[in-house]
């Protein structure tokens, strides 16, 4: 899964520095801050309703919707997904959780 979010991720990054005609990312980057805002929430609510729902199904399609949203507003904001990641292993180091062995994060 590491791979797809990575790839999708420098898509978004392309988009911003090279726009492409007729691009849904170029679209929200044009509209700013105040767009891609409303669709991470639009995106937030309809993975929550579909979650209520016990819709798998529309669960994940929502939820790649949301994460797609999400790494367009880390990408309008200059943040890298190495950022992320960096956060997410000082939470695991606080938590005392046994890290997985690295075979164990490149199968998921």
């Known amino acids: 899964m590491k791979e797809i979010i990575e790839e999708l ?3 978004i990054i392309n988009r911003k520095a090279n726009p492409i005609k007729d691009s849904y990312t ?3 980057f044009e509209k ?3 767009k891609i805002l409303k669709k991470v929430g639009e995106e937030s609510t309809e993975t929550i309703i579909a979650a209520k729902n016990n819709n798998p199904e529309e669960l994940v399609m929502e939820t790649c919707d949301l994460i797609y949203h999400l790494m367009v507003l880390l990408a309008n904001q200059g943040i ?3 950022d992320i990641e960096a ?3 000082k939470r695991e180091a606080k938590t005392g959780n046994k890290k997985p062995e690295r ?5 998921l």
């Open 9 to 11: 991720y420098a898509t």
């Open 26 to 28: 170029n679209y929200l």
């Open 32 to 34: 700013g801050i105040d």
């Open 80 to 82: 890298n997904l190495k």
């Open 87 to 89: 956060e997410l292993i």
């Open 103 to 107: 075979r164990e994060i490149e199968n």
